[in-house]
């Protein structure tokens, strides 16, 4: 059986259909173009056999492409109405029974997936788009990569390297868990209702292990949020509040080979891991996680 993909008509029916207008709030904006759903599938290098979960779904666009090329989706949904319809749309479009899994629930406090799917495709919300990312790497380990189509600003964000003015908090977080890359370019015009924004897709491949145990990533992640709060400040004085004292900054810093008077934009992710673990010998520093 073959799996078959929406069309703009379908989607517009559909969304009549369930009384569904995209709203800004749920940063709805469903892809009406096959084209964009397949790039995005090609991106993420999905192959037969494998289990995606894809974030926010909406009425499926990107979920059928996923389906088309022989994975199996997770899905996960907060709008009821959207994820009562999904499995019907599915099986309309010659999806097999038992590839599509729905969860209706708010991504951000999903704790569980079914099937541990081991790529994350999706077309995320704007407003949630990197907290998603960095629940779903912190909770779900089996995620070894993805692809994900985000507003531009954030994607050139994910994928910023140090030194760039664009390279912040998001950029160290994400490079926690592994690399990232900027995987092609999508066009207002696929988008029912058209945003006032541009859109990016982002990839990511996992590093292989653990970077470090669950406390030091909350220290390392404490420390990245102090440093960048205050970016234009060097770090001796970014960190004081988070270490007690210029002094216990500056002392972490040198210890970690962090030069003091560097700033946030200029250390790694490695630079921050050192300083974090340097921290823990800091009596009284406050960087607990």
């Not at 912190?138 to 003015?165: C, D, I, N």
Request: aromatic fraction near 6%.
């Amino acid at each position: 059986m073959t799996v078959t993909l929406l069309g703009a008509t379908e989607i517009r029916r559909l969304a009549a259909e369930l009384d569904v207008t995209p709203t800004k709030k749920l940063g709805q904006n469903f892809v009406v173009d096959a084209n964009t759903v397949r790039k995005i599938v090609q991106a993420a290098r999905v192959q037969p056999g494998e289990r995606v979960v894809e974030v926010g779904p909406g009425l499926g666009s990107l979920t059928l492409a996923i389906l088309e090329a022989g994975a199996a989706v997770t899905a996960v949904e907060i709008d009821h109405r959207l994820a009562a319809r999904l499995p019907q749309t599915a099986a309309e479009h010659g999806v097999p029974e038992g590839m599509l899994k729905v969860v209706d629930a708010d991504a951000l406090r999903v704790m569980e997936l079914p099937g541990e799917p081991t790529v994350l495709v999706a077309n995320l919300p704007y407003n949630v788009s990197v907290p998603v990312l960095l629940h779903f790497l912190e909770t779900f380990p089996y995620l070894q990569r993805g692809v994900v189509m985000v507003q531009a600003e954030v994607a050139e964000r994910l994928a910023a390297k140090p030194g760039s003015k664009i390279y912040g908090s998001p950029s160290v977080k994400a490079a926690w868990y592994g690399e990232w890359k900027l995987t092609g370019n999508v066009s207002r015009q696929v988008f029912w209702p058209v945003p006032n924004v541009d859109s990016l897709l982002v990839g990511f491949d996992r590093s292989e292990g653990e970077r470090g145990p669950v406390e030091e990533r909350r220290r390392t992640f404490a420390i990245v949020d102090a440093a960048f709060n205050q970016r234009r400040k060097m770090l001796r004085q970014a960190l004081s509040g988070l270490f007690g004292s210029s002094a216990a900054a500056t002392e972490a810093l040198t210890a970690a080979g962090v030069a003091p008077t560097a700033r946030g934009e200029d250390l790694t992710v490695d630079d921050y891991q050192r300083i974090a673990q340097h921290a823990t010998a800091i009596e009284g520093s406050g960087v607990s996680g």
